[in-house]
């Protein structure tokens, strides 16, 4: 069996919808046990796991992602629940195309947020990487595997713009030629 990252959520723990009713303390215990998280759907309980590591990253209970960067740790979090599940259902469906590209399109979104997180603000980058147990490595620089017909087209392509380079230098200088001729005439009617 597979560990899940929802392992840790105990099955008492009511769904998200329902935690913050002053209701449920009235409610009888079989109403409770079907609005807590033992009855409750993958879904559910994803809602209340991504809710849970959107706490971690808040800086005070007072914060609802008020500012940029603190909405983009927000946007980090939720990413990185959903990366967290694509991941156990590929352990378990290893021929899944369509979901290991969703979670290859989440973990480059999520390394773009971080990246500028971390230009921006390093603190709150490094606060929001320890706390949902993120180890970041910046991306790899781009390379291209030189052949012989990529050198020749890229040899075309420079001759091409030195070409062009050669003809508008030829206006540049007929235009700034006519620049100066009007500037001079126009002192010469000054003095």
């Known amino acids: 069996d597979i560990p899940s990252h929802l392992d840790d959520l105990p099955p008492t723990m009511l769904k998200k919808d329902y935690a913050n009713l ?15 998280l033992e009855m409750a759907s993958q879904r559910e309980k994803l809602k209340v796991k991504t809710q849970q590591l959107v706490e971690k990253v ?10 940029e960067l603190l909405s983009l740790s927000f946007a980090v979090a939720i990413l990185t629940a ?8 590929l352990q378990r469906h290893p021929k899944d195309k369509r979901n ?3 979670m ?15 230009r921006v603000n390093y603190s709150t980058f490094e606060n929001t990487c320890k706390e949902l147990g993120i180890q970041y490595s910046p991306p790899q620089p781009y390379s291209r595997r030189l ?10 392509c420079i001759k091409v ?6 003809l508008q ?9 006519e620049w100066q001729a009007r500037a001079r005439a126009a002192r010469e009617q000054q003095e």
């Open 22 to 36: 002053p209701i449920m303390n009235s409610v009888d215990d079989v109403v409770k046990r079907l609005l807590s």
């Open 58 to 67: 808040r800086r005070s209970p007072h914060d609802n992602g008020s500012f």
């Open 82 to 89: 959903k990366i967290r599940t694509l991941e156990e259902h």
């Open 100 to 102: 290991r590209r969703f």
């Open 104 to 118: 290859l399109m989440g973990l480059d979104r999520r390394r773009k947020m971080l990246g500028y997180l971390r």
């Open 147 to 156: 052949t012989k017909r990529w050198m020749v087209k890229k040899a075309l």
């Open 161 to 166: 713009f030195q070409e062009k380079q050669k």
């Open 169 to 177: 230098a030829a206006e540049r200088l007929k235009k700034r030629r």
